[in-house]
């Protein structure tokens, strides 16, 4: 069975302050794929990255960075310079050869960036 | 490209009532998957549908149905509606299906809520 642990469930920043989101997950998959959604409070998920397990070249996108090791199954993101903007439900979720499309969810980490 | 479009956005239904949900993929996009999100569950796969035939399911009893038809347009059907049915319907469409290596697209949910 897949798993994805988002163990923070609440963080709160103040505006400019960098925040890292952390997301651990367990497959048996030897192929597999990360990602990463914002859910705004609109509700809308938003695709942010996918991650293939065979590549761990980390990737930086602007003021969002993401550090993906197999070694300790995790696949953490980093916003830089936070904004106001960024208040969000972040979610990580895995999928593999096994499952498909089928996404499996963290539990999400409620990130709220104060001025 | 127009997004995930969901209809309705928002409906009250009675217990024992049923329902159903509409969802236009994007364009190109042949499979459509459909997800539940509760505060209390979290975010879980109800099924997918690629070339209008079900390709995945998840652990929901058969009071969730879905279909998709051959414009690739999903709708799902829920009968006998229960209180803990309330939530917010997610459908999300892909270009791919089978690796799940392409990212999914959300469209912005049907919130029902069962009185």
């Known amino acids: 069975a897949q798993k994805v642990t988002q163990a923070q469930t609440e963080i709160s920043v103040v505006e400019k302050e960098d925040v890292t989101l952390d997301c651990v997950y367990e497959?048996?998959?030897?192929?597999?794929?990360l990602f990463w959604y914002k859910q705004p409070p609109s509700g809308e998920l938003v695709f942010l990255i996918r991650r293939n397990s065979f590549d761990e070249q980390n990737e930086i996108s602007g003021r969002y960075s993401w550090n993906f090791q197999k070694s300790t199954s995790s696949f953490n993101f980093t916003i830089t310079a936070s904004q106001v903007v960024d208040s969000a439900v972040y979610f990580c979720?895995?999928?593999?050869?096994?499952?498909?499309?089928?996404?499996?969810f963290g539990e999400g980490t409620q990130l709220t960036v104060n001025p | 490209k127009a997004g995930v479009t969901q209809t309705p956005r928002y409906l009250i239904k009675t217990r024992g009532q049923q329902v159903t949900l509409s969802c236009s993929p994007i364009?190109?996009?042949?499979?459509v998957s459909w997800y539940q999100q509760t505060p209390g569950q979290g975010l879980q796969f109800l099924f997918e549908?690629?070339?209008?035939?079900?390709?995945n399911k998840g652990n929901f009893p058969g009071r969730f149905s879905g279909r998709q038809f051959s414009n690739s347009r999903s709708e799902m059907n829920v009968s006998t509606l229960e209180l803990g049915d309330s939530a917010l319907y997610l459908c999300a469409s892909s270009l791919d299906r089978t690796s799940g290596s392409y990212e999914q697209y959300f469209g912005p949910g049907t919130r029902l809520t069962v009185t």
């Open positions: 497959t048996r998959d030897t192929t597999y794929y």
């Open positions: 364009s190109g996009h042949r499979s």
């Open positions: 979720a895995l999928s593999g050869e096994t499952s498909g499309s089928r996404l499996t």
């Open positions: 549908y690629f070339s209008e035939t079900q390709r």
